[in-house]
């Protein structure tokens, strides 16, 4: 498959990869990261010599992809897609492709133990942190956390195996490495340091101290729309390429990547593959996190329940393309306090993307994990209104529209398959409360969502009602509609 794959009609690894060091560990080998973080490293490897390679890791789930890439020598296909035309690079910085539960955790945390591991970084979505959304904090009543402390030499969740290898690593005499997440949560550097300090200090105080005095956890703002593969995306990639890659992924032509430079054991050169190095991402994590994920959430819920199974598909309704451009640029970019960055200038570039007829990104796949997402795609934006007793109208009806989306049933009365890590208790408040206020009254109540105050708030409770009750009576898109009439 290797030399199949060399001979693709792509651009081709021409470095020597048999010179790459496996210096960064990765954690949630997924599409996104195949086609962001694992492109940056080829980039470098390709046009200035970087010896940077990857180990890359599934600790749960995934076991096809990790087979595929070991079947393929560890290459696989990126292609990116515009209306205009389709590119393809064949990636070639994967030194080695591990799953815990195939290869044994043993393997996994042996090479994380190797001297050269200069970085762990992660992209295992939001609820793989097993953290609280509302509060940022380590839920040690998970599942996961509470077989992992029972037994942390064999842990499962990415928290347990990070801390097992730094106290291998600690007990060898090796440096610490640092702790990179890249994904799409606010200070999500700040997040993992939380959550793997609280889990460490759990297993053992001195350990705890341990971390915290040698090891950094850089925050990240990451951004490339990746839809989720489909043997559809396989069948254009082979047609391009002229090679059947399982491996493969598409995305959008647009890349960005915000990195706070806080390494203990050093980096790769990203800034000259086009990453912005700088000393706080915070502000462009809230910037991307409010103005890009959640007009995408905003369109998720209402775009699905009004039939739309793609976000070009609502671009194309004018009432859903005005919405979420006013969403942007008058309800989320009021909260920001990124500087040096023209906000208007963003929220029409995001408006292009989201147009991309070729991306085909379902609004399915972005409704997903919904409880893990509205707390900062949503809920800190109203927040902020509140204090400033600002309009936040579309921001409720986004909100309403996750309500309307959970409740399990379309609005041609077909059920809705929810994906979400508290289904169980997003389904006990949808079962236990009649359809109406007292639906919007339930879920406002689960507090791992919307912590204390907010419900409590009148105002917030009311236009989220309104929204809610016009979404019943009216449907999504004449709701849409009467909103993007109103601005």
Same mark, same amino acid.
């Given at each position: 498959?290797? =030399? ?12 020597d ?9 990765h ?29 890359e890791v599934n600790?749960?789930?995934? !076991?096809?992809?990790?087979?595929d890439?070991?079947q393929q020598? =560890? ?12 590119t ?8 080695r ?7 044994g955790? !043993? ?9 050269q ?29 509470v077989?992992?402390?029972? =037994?942390?030499?064999?842990?499962k ?6 801390? $097992?290898a730094?106290?291998?690593?600690k ?6 490495f640092s ?5 799409? #949560? ?15 200090r ?46 493969g ?8 990547w915000?990195? $706070? ?27 991307k996190?409010r103005?890009?994920n959640?007009s995408?959430?905003f369109?998720?819920y ?8 793609h976000? =070009? ?9 005005r919405?979420?451009?006013?969403l942007?640029?008058?309800e ?19 408006i ?15 409704? #997903? ?19 400033h ?7 409720a ?16 009365g077909?059920a809705i398959e ?18 109406? !206020? ?11 969502i919307?912590?204390? $105050? ?5 105002t ?12 019943? !009576? ?14």
């Open positions: 498959m290797e =030399n199949r794959l060399l001979t693709a009609k792509a651009t081709l690894p021409k470095y990869r048999n010179k790459l060091v496996a210096r960064i560990v954690l949630g080998f997924g599409a996104f990261h195949r086609a962001h973080q694992s492109v940056y490293a080829d980039i470098l490897a390709a046009e200035h010599d970087s010896d940077w390679g990857y180990c600790l749960i789930g995934g !076991e096809q992809q990790i087979a890439l070991k020598d =560890n290459l696989y296909t990126v292609a990116e897609m515009s209306a205009d035309a389709w393809a690079r064949v990636v070639g910085v994967a030194k492709a591990l799953h815990a539960q195939v290869d955790l !043993e393997t996994v945390l042996a090479a994380m133990c190797e001297p591991v200069a970085i762990v970084s992660l992209t295992i979505t939001e609820k793989g942190y097993c953290h609280s959304p509302a509060t940022g904090k380590l839920m040690l009543d998970h599942p996961l956390i077989g992992d402390l029972q =037994n942390p030499q064999q842990p969740s990415a928290a347990g195996v990070v801390v $097992e730094l106290a291998r690593r007990a060898a005499g090796l440096p610490a702790v990179m997440s890249c994904d799409n #949560m606010p200070e999500n550097g700040h997040v993992t340091r939380n959550v793997v300090c609280a889990y460490a759990a297993v053992s105080a001195e350990l705890g101290d341990w971390i915290e005095a040698n090891v950094t956890f850089p925050s990240t703002m990451v951004d490339r729309i990746v839809p989720a593969v489909t043997a559809e995306t396989l069948d254009k990639i082979e047609q391009l390429t002229g090679v059947r890659d399982p491996a992924v598409a995305c959008e032509p647009f890349r960005q915000v990195i $706070e430079d806080n390494f203990v054991a050093g980096r790769p050169a990203w800034e000259k593959a086009g990453a912005e190095l700088v000393v706080d991402v915070v502000p462009f994590e809230e910037m996190l103005m890009l959640g995408h959430s369109l998720a209402l775009g699905y329940l009004a039939g739309y199974q976000i =070009n598909e609502c671009m194309e309704d004018e009432n859903y393309r919405a979420a451009h006013a942007m640029l008058k989320q970019a009021p909260t920001l306090k990124v500087q040096g960055v023209d906000l208007a200038h963003y929220a029409d570039l995001l292009a993307r989201y147009s991309n007829t070729a991306l085909r990104h379902r609004t399915w796949q972005i409704a #997903m994990d919904g409880s893990q997402k509205l707390p900062q795609r949503m809920l800190d934006s109203v927040r902020w209104h509140l204090v007793q600002r309009d936040f109208s579309l921001l009806l986004g909100i309403a529209g996750w309500m309307r989306y959970v409740g399990g049933v379309d609005e041609q077909q929810v994906c979400d890590p508290l289904l169980a208790v997003i389904q006990n408040a949808v079962n236990s409360s009649a359809e109406g !206020e007292a639906r919007v009254q339930a879920l406002l109540a689960i507090e791992a919307f912590g204390n $105050e907010l419900p409590k708030d009148a917030f409770v009311a236009q989220v009602k309104k929204a809610y009750l016009t979404l019943l !009576e009216k449907g999504a898109k004449a709701t849409v509609a009467q909103y993007a009439v109103a601005l």
